[in-house]
């Protein structure tokens, strides 16, 4: 369908792409338009996009379970959170403790328009728009801390998220602020673009250039080593089993399987505030 075929609701620019409907598009939503599809399908032609949304979902997802069922976890704040899609936080947490709250925040306005018709239904999530690169202002804002208990853990969801922030932006600075801010037992867990170097050359290069179609069409999507995404999680400490591919984190039955590269281009993990 061509972009004048759609319907696109006032004050949306859709003459440019944009990462949460590219990535909406990527995992096979409907809140998207011709040009974001047209990014999507370059990317796919650089890497396995699509798998690698699906498997950070998937990991996302366990992540979220342990959180709640194993760390005790039962308020959240999910940065970056892109629009709603299947197995959204609050859901895969409200299916194990339905008094869990989650705080949303993305920079997309159209995440909190999407995200309202949904939370409608439950008084136990907000959300709000709010750039991560200003993490300060995330912090202060008063529906999070009107929402949030920041004297009880807190579990900080950067998913998919600092790959979109520069390297001039101090992504090392902004996972830092947020997690001076957490109460101890918190947890933060992030799942990232990956560039394996010297290690797999064959997946770097492939890093390299997905990391240039991603920069030239959406301005961000950088591919950073290991050591670059492990100092995000500062001096807390990561659980088992520590920052990995998506499909080694505590694998569950039924989750999608992963074509080779993805086990070389993102990684995540999860790490405890002492
Ligand atoms: N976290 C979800 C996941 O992993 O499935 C969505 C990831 S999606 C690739 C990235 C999201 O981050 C998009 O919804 C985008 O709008 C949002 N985003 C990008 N830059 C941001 C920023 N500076 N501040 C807040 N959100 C941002």
Redesign the pocket.
């Known amino acids: 369908m061509a972009a004048s075929d759609e319907r696109v609701p006032a004050g949306l620019d859709i003459s440019r792409p944009?990462?949460?409907r590219?990535?909406?598009y990527?995992?096979g939503g409907k809140d998207n338009f011709a040009i974001d599809r047209q990014v999507a399908e370059l990317s796919h032609q650089v890497m396995p996009a699509e798998a690698g949304?699906r498997g950070?979902?998937a990991f996302?997802r366990r992540v979220v379970r342990y959180l709640v069922t194993e760390a005790g976890i039962h308020q959240f704040i999910?940065?970056?959170?892109?629009?709603p899609?299947q197995g959204n936080v609050h859901e895969v947490a409200h299916a194990i403790e339905p008094s869990a709250r989650v705080v949303y925040?993305?920079?997309?306005p159209?995440?909190l328009v999407h995200a309202r018709a949904i939370l409608g239904r439950t008084d136990a999530t907000e959300v709000i728009t709010?750039?991560?690169?200003?993490p300060e202002e995330i912090l202060s804002d008063p529906t999070v801390t009107g929402f949030l208990d920041f004297d009880r853990p807190i579990g900080l969801?950067?998913?998919?998220?600092l790959?979109?922030?520069t390297d001039e932006?101090d992504p090392e600075g902004i996972a830092r602020t947020l997690r001076d801010a957490l109460p101890p037992g918190s947890y933060m867990a992030l799942?990232h673009f990956h560039n394996p170097g010297g290690a797999n050359p064959r997946y770097a290069a492939m890093a390299v250039e997905a990391e240039k179609v991603f920069s030239e069409n959406l301005g961000?999507g950088r591919f950073r080593t290991r050591d670059e995404i492990l100092a995000y999680f500062g001096d807390f400490g990561l659980v088992e089993p520590g920052l990995v591919p998506y499909h080694e984190w505590r694998p569950a039955f039924g989750d999608p399987q992963l074509p080779e590269a993805m086990h070389h281009l993102a990684v995540g993990g999860a790490a405890r505030k002492k």
Not at 78 to 83: K, W
Not at 157 to 161: C, D, G, K, P, T
């Open positions: 944009n990462i949460a590219v990535y909406d990527t995992l949304a950070n979902r996302l999910d940065i970056g959170s892109g629009l899609t925040v993305d920079n997309d159209m995440v709010a750039d991560v690169r200003r969801l950067l998913f998919a998220i790959h979109h922030v932006e799942s961000t």
